[in-house]
């Protein structure tokens, strides 16, 4: 009888989802802006840029923490998990209950 946690799945999700975070961290700013034109769009577009850019990097900053959080819960129940597994092996082959 044994009890298996799932670490190695949830650290392969937190895995993938830390490559994605990197993905997106790794998109940089817009590094041309058309400064030298007076379009009346140009400033609003300078400033969507940003804000999507400023979006990005915190969307990355939250997946990665969430994978970090996902990776640490399941170690977590992994550690529970083998308790439980150890509690139930002594209590079933007669030994005591810790």
């Keep these: 009888m044994g009890?298996?946690?799932s670490l190695s799945i949830a650290g392969g999700?937190?895995?993938?989802m830390s490559k994605a975070a990197s993905g997106l961290s790794?998109?940089?700013a817009a590094t041309s802006l058309a400064e030298r034109t007076s379009v009346s769009g140009n400033t609003n577009a300078k400033n969507s840029l940003t804000s999507v850019h400023s979006r990005?990097?915190?969307?990355s900053n939250a997946i990665a923490r969430d994978g970090n959080?996902?990776?640490s819960v399941a170690k977590e129940?992994?550690?529970i998990d083998q308790k439980i597994?150890?509690?139930m092996?002594?209590?079933?082959?007669?030994g005591t209950f810790k």
Excluded at 13 to 16: C, E, I, P
């Design 13 to 16: 999700v937190s895995a993938q």
């Design 3 to 5: 009890i298996n946690s």
């Design 77 to 79: 129940f992994a550690a």
């Design 85 to 87: 597994n150890i509690g």
């Design 69 to 71: 959080n996902i990776h």
């Design 56 to 59: 990005g990097q915190r969307l």
């Design 26 to 28: 790794s998109v940089n």
């Design 89 to 94: 092996t002594n209590l079933f082959n007669g």
